[in-house]
């Protein structure tokens, strides 16, 4: 333990970076305990939550492929839930990534601090179920689809592509009828499936 005087080593020679990541890292362990999880309406606690699902993941021995994917996937669902869902906000065509981030970063201080996103994640031994909630009103998913999910905005920036990219890679994705809640699926790929495709 530190004395007053001196910074305990777990902080010493740390940039204040640092500190705020591992900062935010212990706070979506401790949200992430169990398989019900209401995360907060903060941004920029995502992906250090995407983060606690690539550990989880690599606990019960998900291939490397499976996890990157996976921790893509759960980024864009939480991601959309926290932005679309809660905050009820869109990205402007041509608006400057910057700008819609500051506006998102608006809108958190307003109302976002008020909403949580609720998640059940359910790890089993061949596969995992997770269950998305948000607290808004919810849309019209079959409005939100293209034909074409590879014509859509590739960059993550563009926080434009969850529903296609999730259909994509999950084996199930069921909204319910509201709109503000998402199941999906995926199946642990085996040994086998593993080198076939190979």
Known sequence: MAD???????????SEDELKEEALMNRARELCQGTSWKIPNDHELAPDIGLVVVEKLQKARWSEDDIGLMAEAFNELLTNAMIHGNLGLRKNPGEPTQKFLQRIKDAERSIGKSTSVHITFDLGVDSVTIVVMDEGPG?????????DPSREPVSMAEMGRGVSFTKM???SIVYNGKGNQVTVMKRKLSTKDLLSAE
């Open 4 to 14: 007053g005087n001196r910074p305990d080593d777990t902080t010493a020679g740390k």
């Open 169 to 171: 890679y999950f084996d």
């Open 139 to 147: 849309f019209d998913v079959s409005s939100s689809v293209t034909s």
